[in-house]
């Protein structure tokens, strides 16, 4: 029993082949670490920007980047179509001209069919909008948001420096566009008990939100939230813990809605907690063992009553 709609088995329902998907740093910034919001950026955000750190840390270009990653991927996976993920920073965070040199100079490349960018919900606009969606004619188009959680007080604890309304206005711009929306939200975050965490996925599952990455929250270096578990001030969830609220939050979600993420996927070097958040696939297999044990799946208990709109 397939007990969640996973991102690999909807893009082979697509394309009928595997697809890889190829993470880019294009050196773009954020507006909360360079004084445009703030500098401290959010609680816990390393460095990179969550991303590879390929351009700001060796200046590698785009081309370089999706040659590199192409050759490696087609060796262990053989696959022969990619998507080029805009991962680092705020990939919507320059001029519209910019933004569509970039975009273009990665899909010229040969095996891609999708387009993946992750930003911020207060970094889009209209013109913006109008250029993402414009690659829709031919290609799979995805825009992903970082929400986080559905709690302002949340978001202003973890120094987000946007509110939620703002985030579900972005979502609704792109829903009349029909673009793609794939919303990040984060498990066991500062001040948040289980139910406020599952009223984060109850929020998203009345929103027209297509996608969804689950991330735990872990603890890397050079980030605020590393000084806050070094003065003990944070306590990260157990495996078994995470596992049981990935369970939770999936029976709320939409049956049809792409499971893109289960868990983070931290530097392993970069790392000060929890241990276990190294063991990616142990912790996939972790979440597909309690949903087995529990014999739940996702949409178990979605209020189909109450429409998306």
């Known amino acids: 029993m397939q007990r969640y709609r996973d991102f ?15 993470s880019l740093d294009a050196g773009l910034g954020c507006p909360n670490r360079d004084g445009t919001i703030s500098r401290e950026g959010c609680l816990f955000c390393d460095p990179r920007g969550s991303g590879t750190g390929a351009f700001i840390d060796k200046g590698i270009s785009i081309d370089q980047q999706i040659a590199r990653a192409k050759e490696a991927i087609q ?18 965070y320059a001029p519209t001209p910019r ?27 209209s013109e913006i909008l109008a250029l993402i969606g414009s690659y829709q004619r031919d290609h799979l188009v995805w825009l ?11 978001l202003r604890r973890i120094h987000r420096g946007h509110t939620v309304a ?55 270096k050079g980030t605020p939230l590393a000084e806050f578990y070094r003065k003990k001030d944070f306590r990260c969830l157990g495996r078994d813990e995470y596992a049981n609220l990935v369970a939770d939050v999936l029976e709320l979600l939409p049956p049809d809605m792409v499971i893109q993420r289960l868990t983070g996927d931290p530097i392993p070097s970069e790392l000060v907690a929890p241990a276990w958040a190294r063991e990616k696939q142990i912790n996939l297999r972790f979440i597909q063992g309690t949903l087995q044990r529990r014999d739940t799946w996702q949409g178990r208990n979605f209020q189909t009553s109450i429409a998306r709109k």
């Not at 690999?8 to 190829?22: D, M, P, S």
């Not at 060796?75 to 919507?92: D, G, L, P």
């Not at 206005?169 to 498990?187: E, F, G, Y």
């Not at 008990?193 to 297509?210: G, I, K």
């Open 8 to 22: 690999n088995t909807y893009l082979k329902e697509i394309f009928g082949e595997r697809v890889q998907k190829i």
């Open 75 to 92: 060796k262990r996976y053989k696959a022969r179509k990619f998507i080029a993920y805009f991962q680092s920073f705020t990939n919507t």
């Open 99 to 125: 933004l569509k040199s970039l975009y273009d100079q990665a899909l010229a490349h040969k095996g891609m069919v999708g387009l993946s960018v992750a930003t911020r919900p207060d970094c889009m606009d």
């Open 144 to 154: 992903e948001y970082g929400l986080q959680s559905s709690h302002d007080a949340t």
């Open 166 to 220: 703002c985030f579900e206005k972005s979502v609704r711009m792109a829903a009349d566009q029909a673009i793609n929306v794939c919303a990040h939200i984060i498990l066991g975050l500062p001040g948040e008990d289980r139910d406020m965490m599952l009223e984060t996925a109850r929020y998203l599952s009345h929103l027209p939100v297509q996608g969804v990455k689950i991330h735990l929250l872990y603890v890397v």
